[in-house]
């Protein structure tokens, strides 16, 4: 299951170590790793990237859906600050966005209380038994999110659009269609007018 994988830390050098763990694990093929981000949330509730770690270097969409988490979070400041880090943030951001979900990233802030320091990833994992096996006993806050339900979500949202647009053009064409009847039926009774008053002068 492709899933958003946040982990939340009081302890900033066992979040450096949980980041570190999951690269290894994606390594030795437990779970597939396309990115993994670690920010902080300052004393002031400000939030900061620390470090950005991409399987892919062209970057991937696990890149953006990490960036527009930060951003959700930290706003447009987050944003810049995901550029920043070398993350994907254009034009697939509102789509990583939508991915990531703003109810998803109201979980993570109320998790996410200052002084504490997050790992967010985007993985792939069969189950969860593997990865909580590693970052629990490091005393983690773990929040998921399964990606593929937001693809069905977007799926059945991209259907009902089309459905009304759809919708829409039968309705103007059956406008049209009302239009032209009613101006070809205004016209034939205008020449049977004509043709009856014809007949009634003769």
Known sequence: MERMLVAIFD???KADKASDDLQ???DEGVIAVHTVGMFRRGRDGAI???KIYDALPEGTMGGAAVGSLLGLLGGPVGLA???AGGMLIGATADYAKARVTADFAQHVANELLP?????VAEVYEESTDAVDGRLQPLGATILRR???DVADTEYEHEIAAIKTDLAQVKAERAAKRADRKARLR???D???KKVEQKLARD
């Open 11 to 13: 302890d900033e050098a």
């Open 24 to 26: 290894r694990m994606g």
């Open 48 to 50: 900061a990237a620390n």
């Open 81 to 83: 600050v995901g550029a």
């Open 115 to 119: 002084g504490r320091t997050a790992v």
């Open 146 to 148: 399964d990606l593929s």
């Open 186 to 188: 205004a016209k034939t």
């Open 190 to 192: 205008t020449l049977i």
